[in-house]
């Protein structure tokens, strides 16, 4: 599980989350979903010890990011974040190892490169592994970058708006991979999307945050009704089922 509690943000005078204070299911596949602005990038970046706690708790697991060591952290949750520089001198197979750091710390093994290979045919990687990233499609750098993320192999795994730049394919194809992740390796996968529709179809958790704050918890069916998307987005949709699962139309 993963426990936020009470947690706000200041960046400057500005207040940017207000006692954030959340509780996340293990194992599952988790949308945090909300308008521009919301904080959601601020919280993951909190979450992931890139920006310094100011206030409260965060804990996966038995870890608080407070006092958990550097290589304890990195083994524990993978992010991918949103502005992403990558060095394009580097091949595809190359920027996977660095997902390995925290293992091998310089000097891989037979096992990380069993793991690489694993994730390349995972993610169909194999027809981009000896490419330079500098000579990659937007969606391609997009596929490996989270390939990389996935090779970190951590219990915990935050994705900011993954599915930019993939097409409808890949998008599906990494929800599913993602899925799979969740329910058979137990990994819990917290991924930023502003495709609601994504987020009905593979979510088995959603959040809403919106202006530094979670308004609201629950299963798709549950959270993402026509008063909910009105609330955080000022949008009149019509809701449909689908199996069992909402999708949202834009009805204006
Ligand atoms: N370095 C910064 N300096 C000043 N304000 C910032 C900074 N970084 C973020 N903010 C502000 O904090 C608020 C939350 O930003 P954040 O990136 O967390 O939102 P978000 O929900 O991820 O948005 P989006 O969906 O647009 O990516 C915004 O109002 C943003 O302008």
Request: proline content about 4%; aromatic content about 4%; glycine content about 6%.
């Amino acid at each position: 599980m993963i426990k936020i509690d009470n947690i706000s943000h200041h960046i400057g005078k500005q207040q940017i989350l207000h006692d954030v204070t959340v509780s996340l299911p293990s194992a599952q596949i988790i949308a945090l979903i909300g308008p521009n602005g919301a904080g959601k990038s601020t919280l993951f970046s909190v979450m992931a010890r890139l920006q310094p706690l100011q206030s409260g708790q965060v804990c996966f697991g038995e870890h608080d990011i407070a006092s958990c060591h550097a290589r304890t952290l990195s083994k524990t949750v993978a992010m991918l974040g949103q502005d992403n520089q990558v060095q394009g001198r580097l091949r595809v197979h190359e920027l996977l190892m660095f997902g390995r750091y925290p293992y091998h710390q310089g000097q891989p093994t037979t096992n990380d490169q069993q793991k690489v290979q694993e994730i390349i045919e995972r993610f169909e990687l194999e027809p981009l592994a000896e490419r330079f990233l500098s000579t990659l499609s937007g969606g391609q750098r997009q596929r490996v970058l989270i390939a990389m993320i996935v090779c970190q192999d951590t219990p915990y795994l935050l994705l900011d708006e993954p599915l930019n730049n993939l097409d409808m394919y890949h998008a599906g194809r990494l929800m599913r991979e993602l899925r799979e992740l969740s329910h058979s390796q137990q990994k819990t996968v917290v991924i930023v999307l502003h495709d609601i529709n994504q987020a009905a179809q593979f979510a088995d958790t959603v959040v809403t945050m919106k202006s530094g704050q979670v308004m609201a918890v629950g299963k798709p069916a549950d959270v993402l009704t026509k008063e909910t998307m009105k609330e955080l987005y000022n949008v009149d949709v019509t809701v449909l089922s689908h199996q069992g699962r909402p999708v949202i139309v834009d009805t204006v």
